[in-house]
C-alpha cells in the first residue's frame, strides 16, 4: 500500500536534506582545523595576538576571518574552537561575524555582479560590524571563564570520564602526535558536542523554509519600506544563506527593479548568521552573547541598509563591464570550493553520525547522573 | 572481534581515540579523500574535453535560446548533474567569446551592453543551478528556480525590445 506522505514534510525533509548537504563539508573541513587550532593555538603567537587588550586583536581576527573562504554554518566549529582554546569572547565574536561576510570569493562576485558601490557598503559593512560586535560581546558578553584558557579547556568539556583520561594518556610529544590529538579532539570531543545542538538548528530552519512563503525574497527584497528590511533581515539572520550562491540571485532581483539597502541588509544578515549557528552558539558560549550578536546584526544591518537607499535610490541600476564580470566570476569560482556529490554525502555522513553520538551522549546525561567526583579522581590519578 | 566491531565497541565505550583505531580511521578518511581528489581531476578533464567538442554559439538569439533550454532543465529537477555543469560552463564560455568577438567588432552600444549584462547574470544564476547537485540530478531551491524564470522573461524583453 503506497504511504502518503504529507506535502509538508516532504518539503520539510527535502530543505533539511539540502541544508545538510550543502554545509556538511564546511562543518567537517571546520572541525578538523578547529582539532589542530585547539591543539597548537594555546601555545602560538596568534593566540596573544588575539588575546591582546585594544583593537589589535579585534584587527587580527577580522584579518584571519576575511581571509578564509567559509561559510556560516562552518564557521561554528572554528568559532568553538578558537573560544576552548582561550581566546577571548570578542575576537571570538568578531571572528565569527567577519569570516562568512568578508569570505574573498563573495567580494568578488559581489563586485562582479552588483557593482561598485554595493560592494563598496558590503565591505564597509563586513569589516565595521564585526569590530562592533566584538567590543559588545566582550564588554557585555558572558563573563571570562578562567578554565577556558588553554588545553585545560578539553577537561571542562569531555563528556565521560574515559574521554578525560584518553585525552591525558595522549601525552602529545611530537607533531604527527599532536596533529592526531588535535583531530581526535576535533572530531570526537567537539564534533558531538556541537553536532546534537546543529542538528537541531538545522531541523529549525529547515522548518522555516517550509513554512515561510515562496515569493518572500521578490515581496521583501523588491520594496524599500522599513518593514520590508526588518523581514529581510529576520529572515536572512534564520534561513541558511551562502553568500557566494545568493549573489547572483540577489543580481538578478536588483536588476528587477529591488531595494539596494534590501539587498545589503539579507546578503549581510544572511552570510553572517543563520538558525543553526545561533542555536550552537547559545548552547555552546551563552543565551547574553547570542542576544547581542543578533540585534547588533539585525539594527546595524538595518541602518546601513536605510543609507544605501538614501545613496542609491531613486534610479539606482547596477552597472558593470560584462566581459570583466565574466573574468572575475572565474577568479572567485577559482577561490571557493565546490564540493563534489561524493564530498557533500560523505561529510554529511559524519555531520549525521556526529549529531546521533551527541543525542546518545545528552540522553546518558539526561537519563543517567553524572558523578562528577569520580571522573576527577579517574583523571587526577592518572 | 574484527575491526570494524573493534571500532563500534570503542566508539560506544567512549574510547574511539584510541591509538590503534585513530590511525586506522584517519588513514581511510585520507585515503577517501585522496580517491575524491582523483576523481575531481578526472571530471575537469572529462569537462575540458566536453567543451571542446560542442558546437561553437555565434549569435546572441542562439545562446538565449540555450539559456532557454537551460533553465527548462534547471527547473525540471531531472537534468543530469554532470551534464548540466558541462553546459552551463560552455554556455559561458560562448557568452566570453561573443562578447569578445563584439567588443573587436567595436559594438559598444548602450543596447548590446545591456543585452551582455543580462546574459552575465543568467550565466551567474545558471552557474548557481549546477552548484544545486544533490546526487545524480540538479535540484534547484524554489528562490532559485523563480529567478531564472523572471530572468529569462526579462531577456526576452531584452531582445525583443532590441530586435
Known sequence: MPINIPDWLMHFLQSTSVIVLESAPWIVLSLLVGGLVHEFLPDSRLRKLLNRPGPTAMGGAVLLGGLLPICSCGVIP?????????????????????????????????????????????????????VLMGYLTQR???????????????????????????????????????????????????????????????????????????????????????????????????????????????????AAGAAPGAAIVFLVTGTATNLPELFTLYRTI???????????????????????NMW???????????????????QSDNLWWTPSVIVKWGSSVVVFFLAGWGIIGYLKKLLIPRNINSDSSCCGGK | M?????????????????????????????????????????????????????????????????????????????ANASRFRIDATFYRESLRSLMIEAEKNADKSEKSKKVFMELVRMSALLQSAAACKTGRYIVCPIELRQQLLSQQTRLHQLASQQS
Request: overall charge neutral.
Open chain 1, 286 to 308: 551563552g543565551k547574553r552573547t547570542v542576544i547581542i550578536y543578533t540585534s547588533v546584526l539585525i539594527l546595524s544591518s538595518l541602518l546601513a541598509g536605510l543609507l544605501v
Open chain 2, 2 to 78: 574484527n575491526d570494524v566491531n573493534k571500532i563500534v565497541y570503542y566508539f560506544i565505550n567512549g574510547k574511539i581515540f584510541h591509538k590503534k583505531y585513530l590511525s586506522k580511521i584517519l588513514f581511510y578518511v585520507f585515503m577517501s579523500f585522496i580517491l575524491v581528489s582523483v576523481g575531481n581531476a578526472q571530471s575537469i578533464t572529462a569537462t575540458k574535453s566536453d567543451l571542446n567538442s560542442k558546437k561553437k554559439i555565434t549569435s546572441i538569439a542562439s545562446l538565449i535560446s540555450d539559456a532557454d533550454q537551460l533553465v527548462k532543465q534547471a527547473i525540471s529537477s531531472e
Open chain 1, 78 to 130: 572554528l568559532a568553538v574552537s578558537l573560544y576552548r582554546s582561550g581566546v577571548r569572547l570578542g575576537p571570538v565574536m568578531a571572528f565569527t561575524a567577519a569570516t562568512p561576510i568578508i569570505n574573498p570569493a563573495a567580494v568578488i562576485l559581489s563586485f562582479a555582479l552588483l557593482g561598485p558601490q554595493i560592494t563598496f557598503a558590503y565591505i564597509i559593512l563586513g569589516i565595521t560590524l564585526p
Open chain 1, 140 to 254: 557585555w558578553g558572558e563573563p571570562y571563564d578562567a578554565s577556558n584558557s588553554g588545553s585545560d579547556s578539553a577537561d571542562a568539556e569531555c563528556n565521560t570520564s574515559a574521554d578525560c583520561c584518553g585525552e591525558k594518556l595522549i601525552a602529545a610529544s611530537n607533531t604527527m602526535s599532536r596533529i592526531k590529538h588535535g583531530l581526535a579532539w576535533g572530531f570526537f570531543t567537539l564534533g558531538p558536542n556541537i553536532g546534537f545542538y546543529l542538528a537541531i538548528g538545522i531541523a529549525l530552519a529547515g522548518l522555516l523554509n517550509t513554512f515561510v512563503p515562496t515569493d518572500w525574497m521578490q515581496t521583501y527584497l523588491g520594496n524599500s519600506s522599513i518593514v520590508s528590511l526588518l523581514v529581510a533581515a529576520l529572515l536572512g539572520a534564520s534561513i541558511y544563506v551562502c553568500a557566494v550562491a545568493h549573489i547572483p540571485l540577489v543580481a538578478a532581483l536588483l
Open chain 1, 312 to 330: 542609491l535610490m531613486p534610479g539606482f541600476e547596477p552597472d558593470f563591464d560584462p566581459l570583466a564580470s565574466l573574468s572575475l566570476m572565474d
